[in-house]
Protein backbone atom coordinates (compact mmCIF):
# COMPACT_ATOMS: atom_id res chain seq x y z
CA UNK A 1 0.00 0.00 0.00
CA UNK A 2 1.14 3.64 -0.97
CA UNK A 3 1.84 6.01 1.71
CA UNK A 4 -1.17 7.83 0.54
CA UNK A 5 -3.45 4.68 1.16
CA UNK A 6 -1.83 4.44 4.12
CA UNK A 7 -3.07 7.88 5.62
CA UNK A 8 -6.23 8.01 3.85
CA UNK A 9 -6.89 4.68 6.42
CA UNK A 10 -5.70 6.21 9.11
CA UNK A 11 -7.80 9.03 8.69
CA UNK A 12 -10.79 6.79 8.06
CA UNK A 13 -10.00 5.17 11.34
CA UNK A 14 -9.83 8.03 13.34
CA UNK A 15 -12.71 9.45 12.06
CA UNK A 16 -14.79 6.36 12.82
CA UNK A 17 -12.95 6.84 16.17
CA UNK A 18 -13.68 10.62 16.81
CA UNK A 19 -17.33 9.87 16.21
CA UNK A 20 -17.93 6.94 18.49
CA UNK A 21 -15.67 9.29 21.63
CA UNK A 22 -18.07 12.18 20.83
CA UNK A 23 -20.50 10.48 22.75
CA UNK A 24 -18.91 9.21 25.70
CA UNK A 25 -17.63 12.70 27.23
CA UNK A 26 -19.76 15.32 28.54
CA UNK A 27 -20.10 18.51 26.87
CA UNK A 28 -17.81 21.32 27.68
CA UNK A 29 -19.54 24.75 29.38
CA UNK A 30 -18.63 26.34 25.58
CA UNK A 31 -21.04 23.49 24.00
CA UNK A 32 -23.45 23.41 25.76
CA UNK A 33 -23.57 27.49 25.47
CA UNK A 34 -23.60 27.44 21.83
CA UNK A 35 -26.20 24.27 21.63
CA UNK A 36 -28.50 26.74 23.57
CA UNK A 37 -27.74 29.61 20.75
CA UNK A 38 -29.04 26.71 18.35
CA UNK A 39 -32.21 26.79 20.14
CA UNK A 40 -32.82 30.28 19.79
CA UNK A 41 -31.33 31.00 16.37
CA UNK A 42 -30.46 35.12 15.45
CA UNK A 43 -28.66 36.65 13.03
CA UNK A 44 -25.57 37.05 15.37
CA UNK A 45 -24.88 36.73 18.63
CA UNK A 46 -23.39 38.95 21.91
CA UNK A 47 -19.55 37.26 20.65
CA UNK A 48 -19.71 35.37 17.92
CA UNK A 49 -21.82 35.15 14.17
CA UNK A 50 -24.89 32.66 13.50
CA UNK A 51 -22.09 30.19 12.23
CA UNK A 52 -21.82 28.03 15.25
CA UNK A 53 -25.33 28.12 16.26
CA UNK A 54 -26.55 27.31 12.85
CA UNK A 55 -24.44 24.27 12.61
CA UNK A 56 -24.96 23.15 15.99
CA UNK A 57 -29.13 23.64 14.94
CA UNK A 58 -28.15 21.47 12.00
CA UNK A 59 -26.21 18.77 13.69
CA UNK A 60 -29.11 18.58 16.56
CA UNK A 61 -31.48 18.60 13.98
CA UNK A 62 -30.09 15.26 12.17
CA UNK A 63 -28.43 13.12 14.56
CA UNK A 64 -30.64 14.58 18.26
CA UNK A 65 -29.95 16.36 21.27
CA UNK A 66 -27.23 14.76 22.86
CA UNK A 67 -23.34 14.64 22.89
CA UNK A 68 -23.05 13.01 19.79
CA UNK A 69 -25.52 15.34 18.21
CA UNK A 70 -23.98 18.60 18.82
CA UNK A 71 -20.66 17.76 18.32
CA UNK A 72 -21.57 15.31 14.83
CA UNK A 73 -20.06 17.98 12.88
CA UNK A 74 -16.82 18.43 14.47
CA UNK A 75 -14.85 14.77 13.81
CA UNK A 76 -16.11 15.55 9.61
CA UNK A 77 -14.93 19.04 9.82
CA UNK A 78 -11.43 17.69 11.10
CA UNK A 79 -11.57 15.05 8.41
CA UNK A 80 -12.54 17.57 5.46
CA UNK A 81 -9.70 20.13 7.20
CA UNK A 82 -7.42 17.40 6.51
CA UNK A 83 -7.89 16.21 2.78
CA UNK A 84 -8.35 19.69 2.04
CA UNK A 85 -4.45 19.86 3.26
CA UNK A 86 -3.24 16.96 1.85
CA UNK A 87 -4.25 18.26 -1.65
CA UNK A 88 -2.90 21.47 -1.21
CA UNK A 89 -0.01 20.38 -0.25
CA UNK A 90 0.76 18.23 -2.55
CA UNK A 91 0.21 20.89 -5.00
CA UNK A 92 3.06 22.26 -3.61
CA UNK A 93 5.57 20.92 -2.48
CA UNK A 94 4.53 16.74 -3.68
CA UNK A 95 3.04 13.87 -2.31
CA UNK A 96 5.69 12.93 0.27
CA UNK A 97 5.39 16.45 2.06
CA UNK A 98 1.51 16.02 2.29
CA UNK A 99 1.28 12.80 3.91
CA UNK A 100 3.68 13.92 6.59
CA UNK A 101 1.83 17.54 7.35
CA UNK A 102 -1.19 16.18 7.98
CA UNK A 103 0.38 13.51 9.76
CA UNK A 104 2.23 16.24 11.90
CA UNK A 105 -1.24 18.04 12.07
CA UNK A 106 -2.95 15.10 14.20
CA UNK A 107 0.83 14.73 16.30
CA UNK A 108 -0.29 18.38 17.67
CA UNK A 109 -2.77 18.33 20.97
CA UNK A 110 -4.91 21.36 20.16
CA UNK A 111 -6.11 19.54 16.41
CA UNK A 112 -6.95 16.43 18.20
CA UNK A 113 -8.85 18.50 20.77
CA UNK A 114 -10.38 20.66 17.95
CA UNK A 115 -11.36 16.83 16.14
CA UNK A 116 -13.64 15.81 19.10
CA UNK A 117 -14.88 19.09 20.36
CA UNK A 118 -17.42 21.43 18.71
CA UNK A 119 -16.86 24.84 19.60
CA UNK A 120 -15.98 27.70 16.98
CA UNK A 121 -12.56 26.44 16.24
CA UNK A 122 -13.46 23.72 14.03
CA UNK A 123 -15.99 25.75 11.62
CA UNK A 124 -12.53 28.13 11.61
CA UNK A 125 -9.60 26.34 10.96
CA UNK A 126 -11.73 24.50 8.06
CA UNK A 127 -12.63 27.60 6.00
CA UNK A 128 -9.82 29.44 7.08
CA UNK A 129 -7.90 26.28 5.23
CA UNK A 130 -10.64 25.82 2.09
CA UNK A 131 -10.05 30.15 1.41
CA UNK A 132 -6.25 29.80 1.26
CA UNK A 133 -6.50 26.87 -0.74
CA UNK A 134 -8.72 28.13 -3.44
CA UNK A 135 -6.77 31.52 -3.19
CA UNK A 136 -3.31 29.55 -4.46
CA UNK A 137 -6.13 28.33 -6.93
CA UNK A 138 -7.31 31.68 -7.97
CA UNK A 139 -3.65 32.49 -8.52
CA UNK A 140 -2.55 29.84 -10.46
CA UNK A 141 -5.20 30.87 -13.32
CA UNK A 142 -3.74 34.74 -12.95
CA UNK A 143 -4.23 36.95 -14.68
CA UNK A 144 -7.20 35.33 -16.23
CA UNK A 145 -10.77 35.64 -13.93
CA UNK A 146 -11.59 32.41 -12.39
CA UNK A 147 -14.67 31.09 -10.02
CA UNK A 148 -11.72 30.29 -7.49
CA UNK A 149 -11.87 33.99 -6.70
CA UNK A 150 -15.67 34.58 -5.18
CA UNK A 151 -15.28 30.70 -3.89
CA UNK A 152 -12.25 32.51 -1.53
CA UNK A 153 -14.72 35.31 -0.66
CA UNK A 154 -17.36 33.01 0.57
CA UNK A 155 -15.30 30.68 2.88
CA UNK A 156 -13.55 33.54 4.23
CA UNK A 157 -16.97 34.96 4.82
CA UNK A 158 -18.36 31.97 6.19
CA UNK A 159 -14.59 31.47 8.67
CA UNK A 160 -15.76 35.26 9.33
CA UNK A 161 -19.48 33.82 10.57
CA UNK A 162 -18.10 31.41 12.71
CA UNK A 163 -14.77 33.71 14.31
CA UNK A 164 -14.11 37.34 13.72
CA UNK A 165 -10.52 36.73 13.42
CA UNK A 166 -11.46 35.21 9.76
CA UNK A 167 -11.15 38.46 8.08
CA UNK A 168 -7.30 38.69 8.72
CA UNK A 169 -7.25 36.58 5.41
CA UNK A 170 -8.39 39.64 3.75
CA UNK A 171 -4.98 41.26 4.87
CA UNK A 172 -3.12 37.56 4.11
CA UNK A 173 -4.60 37.47 0.52
CA UNK A 174 -3.61 41.31 0.09
CA UNK A 175 0.10 40.65 1.18
CA UNK A 176 -0.25 36.96 -1.31
CA UNK A 177 -0.66 39.44 -4.07
CA UNK A 178 1.57 42.73 -3.24
CA UNK A 179 4.85 40.82 -2.54
CA UNK A 180 4.82 38.78 -5.64
CA UNK A 181 5.70 41.27 -8.82
CA UNK A 182 3.47 38.59 -10.90
CA UNK A 183 0.40 38.61 -9.05
CA UNK A 184 -0.16 42.38 -8.24
CA UNK A 185 -1.49 42.47 -11.52
CA UNK A 186 -4.77 41.02 -9.85
CA UNK A 187 -5.27 44.49 -8.49
CA UNK A 188 -6.41 45.78 -12.21
CA UNK A 189 -8.57 42.40 -12.44
CA UNK A 190 -11.97 41.70 -11.43
CA UNK A 191 -11.06 38.47 -9.50
CA UNK A 192 -9.99 40.01 -6.11
CA UNK A 193 -12.70 42.55 -5.87
CA UNK A 194 -15.43 39.47 -6.74
CA UNK A 195 -13.91 38.26 -3.56
CA UNK A 196 -14.14 40.82 -1.90
CA UNK A 197 -18.20 41.45 -3.00
CA UNK A 198 -18.47 38.31 -1.93
CA UNK A 199 -17.34 38.56 1.64
CA UNK A 200 -18.65 41.71 1.82
CA UNK A 201 -22.15 39.90 1.58
CA UNK A 202 -21.67 37.79 4.34
CA UNK A 203 -21.00 40.26 6.51
CA UNK A 204 -24.53 41.57 6.67
CA UNK A 205 -26.04 39.30 9.56
CA UNK A 206 -23.59 40.22 12.57
CA UNK A 207 -23.91 43.91 11.20
CA UNK A 208 -27.65 44.07 11.10
CA UNK A 209 -27.49 42.51 14.57
CA UNK A 210 -25.20 44.95 16.07
CA UNK A 211 -26.89 47.62 14.63
CA UNK A 212 -29.95 46.64 16.34
CA UNK A 213 -27.82 45.94 20.15
CA UNK A 214 -25.68 49.08 20.02
CA UNK A 215 -22.84 47.08 18.30
CA UNK A 216 -22.00 45.49 21.26
CA UNK A 217 -19.61 42.73 19.76
CA UNK A 218 -16.74 45.10 19.04
CA UNK A 219 -17.22 46.88 22.68
CA UNK A 220 -16.70 43.14 23.78
CA UNK A 221 -13.75 42.08 21.41
CA UNK A 222 -11.94 45.58 22.37
CA UNK A 223 -12.13 44.60 26.03
CA UNK A 224 -11.85 40.80 25.19
CA UNK A 225 -8.20 42.38 23.27
CA UNK A 226 -7.20 44.23 26.28
CA UNK A 227 -7.32 47.31 24.06
CA UNK A 228 -10.18 49.13 26.66
CA UNK A 229 -7.31 50.84 29.21
CA UNK A 230 -4.32 52.54 28.57
CA UNK A 231 -1.22 51.35 26.91
CA UNK A 232 1.06 49.21 28.77
CA UNK A 233 3.82 46.28 28.46
CA UNK A 234 3.96 43.29 30.52
CA UNK A 235 6.19 40.76 29.21
CA UNK A 236 5.12 38.47 31.93
CA UNK A 237 1.60 38.14 29.90
CA UNK A 238 3.80 38.09 26.24
CA UNK A 239 5.91 35.17 27.59
CA UNK A 240 2.62 33.42 29.11
CA UNK A 241 1.13 33.20 25.76
CA UNK A 242 4.21 32.63 23.84
CA UNK A 243 4.54 29.68 26.47
CA UNK A 244 1.24 28.25 26.31
CA UNK A 245 1.82 27.50 22.15
CA UNK A 246 4.10 25.05 23.02
CA UNK A 247 1.78 23.41 25.47
CA UNK A 248 -0.83 22.87 23.01
CA UNK A 249 1.10 22.26 20.13
CA UNK A 250 3.69 20.16 21.52
CA UNK A 251 7.26 22.00 22.76
CA UNK A 252 9.29 19.92 19.75
CA UNK A 253 6.13 20.57 17.33
CA UNK A 254 5.98 23.98 17.96
CA UNK A 255 9.87 24.80 18.40
CA UNK A 256 9.73 23.00 14.79
CA UNK A 257 7.40 25.78 13.47
CA UNK A 258 9.85 28.22 15.12
CA UNK A 259 12.85 27.09 13.10
CA UNK A 260 10.29 27.19 10.02
CA UNK A 261 9.27 30.73 10.72
CA UNK A 262 13.46 31.38 10.57
CA UNK A 263 14.17 29.84 7.55
CA UNK A 264 11.25 30.40 5.75
CA UNK A 265 11.28 33.78 5.78
CA UNK A 266 14.99 33.45 3.99
CA UNK A 267 13.38 31.28 1.49
CA UNK A 268 10.66 33.83 1.02
CA UNK A 269 12.99 36.03 -0.88
CA UNK A 270 13.43 34.09 -4.02
CA UNK A 271 10.04 31.90 -3.88
CA UNK A 272 6.76 32.46 -4.04
CA UNK A 273 5.40 29.20 -2.54
CA UNK A 274 6.96 29.96 1.11
CA UNK A 275 6.01 34.48 0.69
CA UNK A 276 2.57 32.54 0.28
CA UNK A 277 2.05 30.62 3.20
CA UNK A 278 3.99 33.23 4.93
CA UNK A 279 1.14 35.80 4.08
CA UNK A 280 -1.30 33.36 5.35
CA UNK A 281 0.74 32.62 8.92
CA UNK A 282 2.46 35.90 9.89
CA UNK A 283 -0.51 38.76 9.91
CA UNK A 284 -2.53 36.80 12.70
CA UNK A 285 0.88 35.67 14.44
CA UNK A 286 1.96 39.22 14.60
CA UNK A 287 -1.46 40.63 15.83
CA UNK A 288 -2.21 38.47 19.01
CA UNK A 289 1.62 38.59 19.63
CA UNK A 290 1.55 42.64 19.64
CA UNK A 291 -1.86 42.45 21.81
CA UNK A 292 -0.24 40.00 24.39
CA UNK A 293 2.20 42.48 24.96
CA UNK A 294 -0.48 43.57 27.19
CA UNK A 295 -2.51 41.08 27.89
CA UNK A 296 -2.29 37.03 27.01
CA UNK A 297 -4.76 35.87 24.83
CA UNK A 298 -5.50 32.12 24.29
CA UNK A 299 -2.98 29.71 22.21
CA UNK A 300 -6.28 28.65 20.03
CA UNK A 301 -6.45 32.37 18.62
CA UNK A 302 -3.80 31.91 16.34
CA UNK A 303 -4.72 28.16 15.48
CA UNK A 304 -5.73 29.09 11.42
CA UNK A 305 -2.34 30.23 11.06
CA UNK A 306 -0.81 27.41 12.01
CA UNK A 307 -2.45 25.44 8.67
CA UNK A 308 0.09 27.53 6.19
CA UNK A 309 3.13 27.52 9.16
CA UNK A 310 2.67 23.83 9.59
CA UNK A 311 3.03 23.30 5.27
CA UNK A 312 5.95 25.38 5.31
CA UNK A 313 7.40 24.12 8.11
CA UNK A 314 6.99 19.76 6.98
CA UNK A 315 8.21 21.29 3.61
CA UNK A 316 11.19 23.04 5.36
CA UNK A 317 12.31 19.97 7.35
CA UNK A 318 11.40 17.46 5.33
CA UNK A 319 14.22 18.85 2.80
CA UNK A 320 16.54 19.07 6.12
CA UNK A 321 16.02 15.52 7.26
CA UNK A 322 16.94 13.96 3.84
CA UNK A 323 20.29 15.56 4.31
CA UNK A 324 21.40 15.51 7.62
CA UNK A 325 20.65 12.89 10.51
CA UNK A 326 20.12 15.15 13.27
CA UNK A 327 17.48 16.59 11.53
CA UNK A 328 15.65 13.08 11.30
CA UNK A 329 15.93 12.52 14.64
CA UNK A 330 14.36 15.90 15.30
CA UNK A 331 11.31 15.43 13.49
CA UNK A 332 11.26 11.58 14.14
CA UNK A 333 11.39 12.67 18.34
CA UNK A 334 8.75 15.77 17.51
CA UNK A 335 6.34 13.26 16.19
CA UNK A 336 6.68 10.99 18.78
CA UNK A 337 6.70 13.48 22.09
CA UNK A 338 3.44 14.86 20.04
CA UNK A 339 1.60 11.81 19.63
CA UNK A 340 1.39 11.12 23.61
CA UNK A 341 0.76 14.54 24.06
CA UNK A 342 -2.04 14.54 22.13
CA UNK A 343 -3.37 11.04 23.29
CA UNK A 344 -2.86 12.18 27.08
CA UNK A 345 -4.95 15.31 26.19
CA UNK A 346 -7.60 13.49 24.73
CA UNK A 347 -7.36 11.26 27.29
CA UNK A 348 -6.02 12.44 30.37
CA UNK A 349 -7.37 9.42 32.54
CA UNK A 350 -4.58 7.42 30.62
CA UNK A 351 -2.61 9.09 33.45
CA UNK A 352 -4.83 7.97 36.30
CA UNK A 353 -4.56 4.48 34.51
CA UNK A 354 -0.31 4.35 35.41
CA UNK A 355 -0.61 5.59 38.67
CA UNK A 356 -0.48 9.05 38.24
CA UNK A 357 -2.69 11.14 40.58
CA UNK A 358 -3.30 13.96 38.21
CA UNK A 359 -5.80 16.23 40.52
CA UNK A 360 -8.51 18.00 38.61
CA UNK A 361 -7.68 21.21 39.55
CA UNK A 362 -4.82 21.00 36.92
CA UNK A 363 -6.69 19.07 34.27
CA UNK A 364 -7.83 20.79 31.61
CA UNK A 365 -10.82 17.85 30.77
CA UNK A 366 -12.16 18.22 34.13
CA UNK A 367 -14.73 20.68 32.19
CA UNK A 368 -15.92 17.98 30.69
CA UNK A 369 -16.41 15.95 33.61
CA UNK A 370 -19.36 15.41 35.60
CA UNK A 371 -21.73 17.84 34.76
CA UNK A 372 -24.74 15.30 34.49
CA UNK A 373 -24.01 14.20 38.17
CA UNK A 374 -24.15 17.81 38.98
CA UNK A 375 -27.49 18.35 37.05
CA UNK A 376 -28.80 15.69 39.06
CA UNK A 377 -27.96 16.05 42.48
CA UNK A 378 -28.98 19.83 42.19
CA UNK A 379 -32.20 18.36 40.74
CA UNK A 380 -33.25 16.02 43.42
CA UNK A 381 -31.66 19.10 45.67
CA UNK A 382 -34.21 21.46 44.47
CA UNK A 383 -37.09 19.33 44.61
CA UNK A 384 -36.48 18.57 48.48
CA UNK A 385 -36.31 22.38 48.88
CA UNK A 386 -39.09 23.03 47.07
CA UNK A 387 -41.33 20.50 49.03
CA UNK A 388 -40.26 22.08 52.07
CA UNK A 389 -40.87 25.51 51.15
CA UNK A 390 -44.18 24.79 49.51
CA UNK A 391 -43.77 26.84 46.15
CA UNK A 392 -41.13 26.46 43.21
CA UNK A 393 -37.61 27.99 42.70
CA UNK A 394 -35.96 29.50 40.09
CA UNK A 395 -32.37 28.66 39.11
CA UNK A 396 -29.47 31.04 38.79
CA UNK A 397 -25.72 29.84 38.15
CA UNK A 398 -22.59 31.58 38.94
CA UNK A 399 -21.58 32.51 34.99
CA UNK A 400 -22.88 31.55 31.28
CA UNK A 401 -20.89 28.14 31.19
CA UNK A 402 -22.29 26.68 34.31
CA UNK A 403 -26.11 28.22 33.47
CA UNK A 404 -25.63 26.32 30.67
CA UNK A 405 -24.46 23.26 31.30
CA UNK A 406 -27.27 22.76 34.08
CA UNK A 407 -29.69 23.56 31.71
CA UNK A 408 -28.63 20.62 28.99
CA UNK A 409 -28.30 18.44 31.91
CA UNK A 410 -31.36 18.75 33.88
CA UNK A 411 -33.91 16.25 33.24
CA UNK A 412 -36.28 18.29 34.66
CA UNK A 413 -35.22 21.44 33.11
CA UNK A 414 -38.35 24.14 33.50
CA UNK A 415 -38.40 27.23 31.67
CA UNK A 416 -40.37 30.43 33.24
CA UNK A 417 -41.49 31.42 29.96
CA UNK A 418 -41.60 31.67 26.03
CA UNK A 419 -37.99 32.10 25.19
CA UNK A 420 -36.73 32.07 28.75
CA UNK A 421 -33.61 29.78 29.59
CA UNK A 422 -33.78 26.93 32.39
CA UNK A 423 -31.31 28.62 34.03
CA UNK A 424 -30.21 32.20 34.30
CA UNK A 425 -27.31 34.01 35.25
CA UNK A 426 -26.74 36.74 37.51
CA UNK A 427 -28.68 40.22 36.75
CA UNK A 428 -26.25 42.74 35.14
CA UNK A 429 -26.39 46.66 34.28
CA UNK A 430 -24.37 46.00 31.07
CA UNK A 431 -24.06 42.87 28.33
CA UNK A 432 -21.60 40.56 29.59
CA UNK A 433 -22.53 37.73 27.37
CA UNK A 434 -25.90 36.53 25.32
CA UNK A 435 -28.18 36.02 28.03
CA UNK A 436 -28.70 39.61 28.40
CA UNK A 437 -30.31 39.49 25.25
CA UNK A 438 -32.85 36.45 26.37
CA UNK A 439 -35.87 36.94 28.56
CA UNK A 440 -34.19 37.20 31.99
CA UNK A 441 -35.91 37.29 35.85
CA UNK A 442 -34.77 41.16 36.43
CA UNK A 443 -36.73 42.50 33.49
CA UNK A 444 -40.06 44.01 33.49
CA UNK A 445 -42.97 43.08 31.43
CA UNK A 446 -45.51 44.98 29.38
CA UNK A 447 -48.91 44.57 30.45
CA UNK A 448 -51.42 42.69 28.32
CA UNK A 449 -54.61 45.01 27.69
CA UNK A 450 -57.15 45.34 29.88
CA UNK A 451 -55.24 42.88 32.20
CA UNK A 452 -53.97 43.50 35.88
CA UNK A 453 -51.92 41.57 37.58
CA UNK A 454 -51.49 40.85 41.60
CA UNK A 455 -50.36 44.57 43.07
CA UNK A 456 -47.22 43.04 44.44
CA UNK A 457 -45.96 42.30 40.59
CA UNK A 458 -45.62 46.15 39.93
CA UNK A 459 -42.47 47.55 39.85
CA UNK A 460 -41.53 51.26 40.02
CA UNK A 461 -41.44 51.88 36.48
CA UNK A 462 -44.46 50.34 36.29
CA UNK A 463 -43.91 47.33 34.60
CA UNK A 464 -44.69 43.93 35.23
CA UNK A 465 -42.43 41.45 36.73
CA UNK A 466 -43.61 37.98 37.65
CA UNK A 467 -40.54 36.97 39.81
CA UNK A 468 -41.35 39.26 42.80
CA UNK A 469 -41.05 37.95 45.90
CA UNK A 470 -39.88 34.56 45.16
CA UNK A 471 -37.06 32.28 46.10
CA UNK A 472 -34.00 31.95 43.58
CA UNK A 473 -31.56 28.94 44.11
CA UNK A 474 -27.99 30.33 43.12
CA UNK A 475 -25.47 27.80 42.20
CA UNK A 476 -21.67 28.90 42.42
CA UNK A 477 -18.73 26.67 41.09
CA UNK A 478 -16.62 28.93 42.76
CA UNK A 479 -15.46 28.75 46.57
CA UNK A 480 -17.49 31.98 47.45
CA UNK A 481 -18.33 31.81 51.32
CA UNK A 482 -21.04 34.73 50.31
CA UNK A 483 -23.08 34.98 47.17
CA UNK A 484 -21.53 38.23 44.56
CA UNK A 485 -23.33 41.36 45.28
CA UNK A 486 -25.58 41.45 42.44
CA UNK A 487 -27.38 38.07 44.02
CA UNK A 488 -27.83 39.99 47.49
CA UNK A 489 -29.38 43.89 46.26
CA UNK A 490 -31.49 41.55 44.37
CA UNK A 491 -33.02 39.26 47.40
CA UNK A 492 -34.94 40.17 50.99
CA UNK A 493 -32.34 37.74 52.49
CA UNK A 494 -29.24 35.61 50.91
CA UNK A 495 -28.20 32.27 52.70
CA UNK A 496 -25.45 29.25 52.06
CA UNK A 497 -27.52 26.59 52.55
CA UNK A 498 -25.93 23.47 51.10
CA UNK A 499 -22.31 22.62 49.88
CA UNK A 500 -21.74 19.53 47.25
CA UNK A 501 -18.90 17.69 46.68
CA UNK A 502 -18.49 15.79 43.48
CA UNK A 503 -15.68 13.12 42.79
CA UNK A 504 -14.19 11.40 40.37
CA UNK A 505 -12.17 8.29 40.72
CA UNK A 506 -11.52 8.97 44.09
CA UNK A 507 -10.24 12.44 43.54
CA UNK A 508 -12.10 16.00 44.25
CA UNK A 509 -13.55 17.18 40.89
CA UNK A 510 -15.79 20.18 41.30
CA UNK A 511 -17.55 21.92 44.36
CA UNK A 512 -20.59 23.30 44.11
CA UNK A 513 -22.32 26.08 46.85
CA UNK A 514 -26.06 26.44 46.78
CA UNK A 515 -27.66 29.40 48.34
CA UNK A 516 -31.31 30.35 49.24
CA UNK A 517 -32.27 33.72 47.87
CA UNK A 518 -35.15 34.57 49.17
CA UNK A 519 -38.05 37.82 48.42
CA UNK A 520 -36.86 38.87 44.95
CA UNK A 521 -37.10 42.25 45.18
CA UNK A 522 -35.68 43.78 41.91
CA UNK A 523 -33.01 46.68 42.03
CA UNK A 524 -31.93 49.50 39.69
CA UNK A 525 -28.33 48.23 38.59
Known amino acids: MTARGFLFLFLGALTALRLVLIGQVELSPDEAYYYQWSERLDWSYFSKGPGIAVAIWLSTHLAGVSEFGVRLFSPLLALGTSLLMFSFARRLYGESVAVWTVVMMHCTPIFQVGGLVMTIDPLSIFFWMAAMYTCWLALERSP ?3 LWWPATGLFIGLGFLAKYTAAMQLLSVLLAIAIVPKYRREFRQPGFYTMLAVFALCTVPPLVWNAQHDWITAVHLRARGGLDGGFGLNLGEWLSFVGAHFGVYS ?9 ALWWGL ?11 LLAFAVPLFALYLILALKQAGEANWTAPATLSLGLLATA ?3 EKAREHAWARKFCISALLLGGVLSAITVQTDLLRTLGLPLPYSRDPSARLRGRESAAERIAEFRKAYEKELGEPVFLIANNY ?6 AFYLKDARVEGPGHPPVYVPESAFPENQYYFWPRYDENLDLPAGERPPDEYYTEEMGYNPFLGRTALYITERGEERAPSSIRRGFGS ?3 IA ?3 LQRRGQPLRQLRIFACRNYKQVDL
Open 494 to 496: VEM
Open 266 to 276: RAARHHSRPQF
Open 316 to 318: LWH
Open 499 to 501: CLD
Open 144 to 146: AFS
Open 401 to 406: GAAASL
Open 251 to 259: PLIFAGFCA
